[in-house]
């Protein structure tokens, strides 16, 4: 079956540091990609995606590329802000099923709690 | 667009109880979905709903477990004689047609 492995947290970096979190996955087939971002006290939204292989997803700043070669799907960012401080999953969708193509029958990785301290 | 809402946020029950968790989707989504999430895990999906057909369910979702969405709007899912395993996190998402997905803010169970 489909599964997804994230760097294992917490990460804790200084205002203005690099990030990576690293994300691999297993599926069959030709998954599409997710990052989603929840911040305390809030729902899980969606951070970027990418639905083909080379693919580079990007928003608010952070970046993933589509690697098909190497299963992985490495979440960046080249200045972090306090403001970035949430828990990060990475996300695979299963695009088979009864509803056809959907975005939304997700496998999830266990999630990386990041801090950023100023 | 007031967001994809879950009633209630909290609840707290004994063992052996029933419960029922609401979602109310973003108007007009089509698509509904139930994930769980346990403490230091991502979600797990456990079912999905086009309008008012359920679609797909997940062999996480045992017996106990039912999910029902009535005329395609808001959806329940209710845990009948629940077990301390059933302490999770659950949460709501919807879509228009398979798009992007909007999450409630869950409803945090506890089985005492």
């Known amino acids: 079956g489909n599964s997804v492995t994230q760097m294992e947290g917490p990460v804790t970096l200084s205002e203005e540091a690099f990030l990576t979190i690293n994300c691999t996955y297993t599926?069959?087939?030709?998954?599409?990609l997710f990052w989603y971002v929840q911040y305390p006290g809030e729902g899980l939204q969606l951070l970027l995606k990418a639905t083909k292989a080379d693919d580079k997803g990007s928003n608010k700043g952070f970046e993933a590329t589509y690697r098909k070669e190497t299963t992985s799907f490495h979440l960046e960012k080249g200045s972090v802000q306090v403001s970035d401080s949430a828990v990060y999953f990475c996300a695979l969708s299963d695009q088979g099923g009864a509803g056809g193509t959907s975005y939304g029958k997700l496998t999830f990785g266990q999630g990386t709690i990041l801090t950023v301290h100023p | 667009d007031t967001g994809v809402s879950q009633d209630p946020r909290h609840k707290i029950t004994k063992r052996g109880q029933n419960v029922t968790f609401r979602c109310d989707p973003i108007s007009e989504h089509n698509r509904l979905y139930w994930y769980r999430q346990t403490l230091g895990q991502g979600p797990e999906f456990l079912t999905y709903?086009?309008?008012?057909?359920?679609?797909?369910k997940s062999r996480l979702l045992s017996d106990r477990f039912s999910a029902e969405r009535p005329k395609g709007s808001f959806s329940t899912l209710e845990i009948q004689r629940t077990e301390q395993g059933d302490s999770a996190m659950y949460l709501c998402?919807?879509?228009?047609?398979?798009?992007?997905?909007?999450f409630g803010s869950g409803t945090q169970l506890s089985v005492l």
């Open positions: 709903f086009q309008n008012e057909a359920q679609l797909e």
């Open positions: 599926a069959t087939g030709y998954p599409s």
């Open positions: 998402a919807s879509s228009f047609r398979g798009g992007k997905l909007f």
